[in-house]
């Protein structure tokens, strides 16, 4: 027998496979591979003890920052599907028994998922998106009932999946004349056997992130995203999987143009994921793709050396990371699929020329003479300065131009800098009561002991502990909102903590905060002493999956300046939400553990260990308060989209297509 058939690999705890044995080395150095034979490798690792205990210790420490665990226990209505009590689930994980580590790692992963907050995540690198999912057929919602392949499929699949593309052509083609050029626009009667929006519906169970159930399902579909480098084109989760989850699909279809129905069964091929380390077999993919990396734990800011933005957060941000994450405050969707690169085809690619634009913002003038249009596929980017004077200068150029109404396409909008979204507001409505002091909303921050204690240890030493004052929990760092004013370096804003009961459960939290944003900070230009735009004249559209900052900006836009919303592509009876998970800050563990360790505070008692895999952990660090309802969180306030916008074909994915159509609506 060859030597290499039978070499024995250590694997862990002692345990070994022979190289005949290894799943992943049959993986190994190849690109697609079939969704079984990814399982198989992942499914090859035993549960370590020492790592299931890591992972549940850092999640379960760190959630005691995370300021709605007790509210998401069970929100109100309209977002009563969300119903998660995390902490219990985290104890009955404890005690399980799994068949590998990756079922572990499924069974962690949805249980945080099922809090329904895409600030509030757990992705483990190891299997989230080490390899992808795919489908060469996406899928769109017409007229808010009816399911489609996609009338662009064929071209986005051509263009992402040129390598591939003849596999998928060998199977399908076998099935029906015409191979998968002939399924563009096909009507969807069934998915494996079942009425389409059953599997729809699966999916808005697990897949987390958007407290409304209709965001949820609007997310299977696909949709577009202006990008910092172009336009982007979304498959939605039918079409993209982070894990191996499924092998095939069978579709009951009936094709453009036809009356008859044809079954057809489509598998999935898994791509290895763009970050994922090369590997020959199981050992060799653990030590490249499992192991703590730079960034994975936090660091004591005045003993590290270098402080750029941590990588594995980085790839988990569904915007553009900003440079460095304490330079300004976030507030960033996370999800387990990075965002992806797969270009809007160039015939659904807005065809006038841009009048302005700095990358995810374009800003665009209508036919119409009195229309223009900002695009902007994020709040963040590389520069905060840059990113402001970007919409100041677009927003002058349409007024210029002759602009009198604006739309705002924030469609798959992650979220970025608060204080461009604050900016934002401000440039468009001028200098009043909604956008001065503060454009957005008020917040509190959980006060839980060791919270206190690294405030405590902030004010105990002014200027030592801290000099740069870069802490989250510097006191220098917020403002008390009902004076309007910073509070003094000796100042312990955890204390005394406000006391409430939520959901049965005792809970504290700071006192409340004002202004996050001085106008002084963030503008380089002074903004315009007049509202751009009339509120009433601003339509902010999107497919509702309009995250964190986003969601801050339209909110205040939609309740304060009478803007009219509108989500594109949604069923038609199911209430559609303009935007969802609003937060007031977001940030992770890592983030939490470079709080810690630069006050000294890593050996206390409810301190979160260092975490030995390579995983990120979200959370919402500051709660905002409701315009509607200033005493409970915005978060769970009711935000109906004006209008629900049914999709056609031949406008499904076109955004200036779909902005012709807004633009007769304000």
């Known amino acids: 027998m060859c030597s290499t058939t039978i070499l024995a690999l250590a694997l862990f705890g002692g345990a070994t496979l022979t190289l005949a044995q290894d799943p992943c080395a049959a993986i190994g150095g190849k690109k697609w591979v079939k969704p079984s034979e990814v399982r198989a490798c992942y499914t090859s690792f035993p549960v370590i003890e020492a790592e299931k205990t890591n992972i549940l210790d850092v999640v379960n420490k760190t959630l005691a920052f995370h300021t709605s665990v007790n509210y998401q226990i069970q929100a109100p209505p309209p977002y009563e599907d969300v119903a998660e009590d995390i902490l219990f689930d985290i104890a009955r994980i ?134 910092a480098s172009g336009w982007n084109y979304i498959l939605g989760n039918f079409a993209l999987q982070s894990l191996p989850l499924s092998d095939s699909v069978t579709l009951l279809v009936r094709t453009a143009g036809s009356n008859e129905t044809q079954e057809v069964v489509v598998p999935y091929y898994s791509r290895i994921g763009s970050s994922t380390v090369g590997f020959t077999d199981g050992p060799s993919f653990r030590e490249g793709n499992c192991r703590a990396v730079g960034g994975t734990n936090g660091v004591d800011y005045y003993s590290a050396a270098d402080q750029e933005t941590p990588e594995p957060l980085v790839k988990a941000m569904q915007a553009p990371a900003p440079r460095r994450i304490q330079e300004h405050l976030v507030n960033t969707m996370l999800d387990t699929t990075p965002i992806m690169d797969v270009v809007l085809p160039p015939e659904l690619t807005p065809p006038q020329e841009p009048v302005e634009g700095f990358g995810v913002g374009q800003f665009y003038m209508l036919s119409d003479g009195t229309t223009g249009v900002l695009a902007l596929g994020s709040f963040s980017g590389a520069f905060f300065g840059p990113m402001v004077q970007g919409l100041y200068d677009g927003l002058l150029e349409l007024k210029s131009r002759g602009a009198e109404r604006l739309i705002v396409d924030v469609t798959n909008n992650g979220g970025g800098y608060i204080c461009v979204a604050h900016a934002l507001h401000r440039l468009i409505s001028g200098p009043k009561s909604t956008t001065i002091p503060n454009a957005g909303l008020n917040t509190t921050a959980r006060a839980g002991r060791l919270a206190q204690t690294i405030v405590q240890t902030i004010v105990d030493s002014p200027g030592t502990v801290d000099p740069r004052s870069v802490l989250l929990y510097n006191p220098v760092n917020w403002y008390d909102a009902d004076t309007n004013a910073a509070f003094d370096a000796s100042d312990n804003w955890l204390v005394p903590p406000v006391e409430k009961i939520i959901n049965g459960r005792e809970d504290a939290f700071s006192q409340t905060l004002g202004t996050d944003c001085p106008e002084a900070d963030i503008f380089a230009t002074p903004p315009p002493d007049s509202a751009l735009f009339e509120g009433s004249q601003v339509a902010i559209i999107s497919n509702g999956r309009c995250a964190s900052s986003c969601s801050l900006f339209s909110i205040a836009m939609a309740k304060t300046e009478g803007s009219k919303t509108v989500v594109v592509g949604g069923k038609s009876d199911t209430p559609q939400k303009y935007c969802g998970i609003v937060g007031g800050q977001s940030t992770d563990f890592s983030t939490i553990d470079s709080e810690i360790k630069s006050t000294g505070l890593k050996e206390h008692e409810l301190a979160p260990p260092d975490l030995i895999v390579n995983g990120v952990q979200g959370i919402t660090w500051r709660l905002g308060y409701g315009i509607d309802d200033p005493s409970e969180p915005e978060e769970w306030q009711d935000r109906p989209a004006d209008v629900n916008l049914p999709l056609t074909l031949d406008v499904a994915n076109n955004p200036a297509k779909l902005w012709d159509i807004v633009a007769q609506l304000i």
């Open 94 to 227: 404890r005690e399980e028994s799994y068949a590998s580590d990756y079922d572990f790692h499924i069974d962690i992963s949805r249980s945080v998922k099922r809090l329904i907050d895409g600030h509030v995540v757990w992705i483990n690198y190891c299997y989230d998106s080490a390899f992808v999912n795919y489908l060469p057929i996406p899928l769109v919602l017409v007229e808010g009932e009816t399911v489609h392949i996609a009338a662009e499929a064929y071209d986005v699949a051509s263009a992402e999946f040129a390598d591939q593309l003849a596999v998928w052509e060998e199977d399908v083609s076998a099935q029906i004349e015409g191979g998968l050029a002939a399924l563009n626009g096909a009507e969807v009667l069934e998915i494996d056997g079942a009425y389409p929006f059953e599997a729809v519906h699966a999916n808005a169970l697990i897949v987390g992130g958007y407290q409304a159930y209709g965001t949820r399902q609007n997310g299977f579909f696909s949709s577009y995203q202006r990008a």
